[in-house]
């Protein structure tokens, strides 16, 4: 079993960068691919990051290549989102989640976060 918990959303303004931190406490953290999604008010929940166990691949989608940036820190249990330009359209609960291998589905991601709120105002 593994526990997720995400901290760092709030209220901020267009333009403006956040990061976003996310804490494990159970099972072996370091043998964990993690991965970021976000679901916005009324929209679908969408992949946004991921991150394998060693911090040594990441990947994205194309539209949010260059804003987005995860790391780990495997000795704090602890992946990190790091976002920059923030936009209107990135308002959205941010989730982090663990899976056992590299995927981009969060049908994949067996361990979720209850999620915390960024608000971007314009």
């Known amino acids: 079993q593994v526990q997720l918990e995400e901290f760092g959303g709030g209220l901020v303004q267009a333009g403006d960068s956040l990061r976003l931190s996310c804490v494990a406490s159970?099972?072996?953290?370091?043998?964990?691919?993690m991965g970021w999604f976000r679901q916005a008010p009324g929209k679908e929940r969408e992949f946004v990051a991921y991150?394998?166990?060693?911090?040594?691949?990441?990947s994205y989608p194309d539209s949010l290549k260059g804003r987005f940036t995860v790391y780990r820190d495997n000795a704090k249990n602890t992946v990190s989102l790091q976002i920059t330009s923030l936009k209107p359209e990135d308002t959205a609960v941010y989730y982090c989640a663990a899976a056992r291998y590299f995927t981009t589905d969060q049908g994949g991601y067996a361990y979720w976060g209850q999620g915390t709120q960024v608000t971007v105002s314009s």
């Open positions: 159970g099972r072996t953290f370091s043998s964990l691919a």
């Open positions: 991150i394998n166990w060693r911090g040594s691949a990441t």
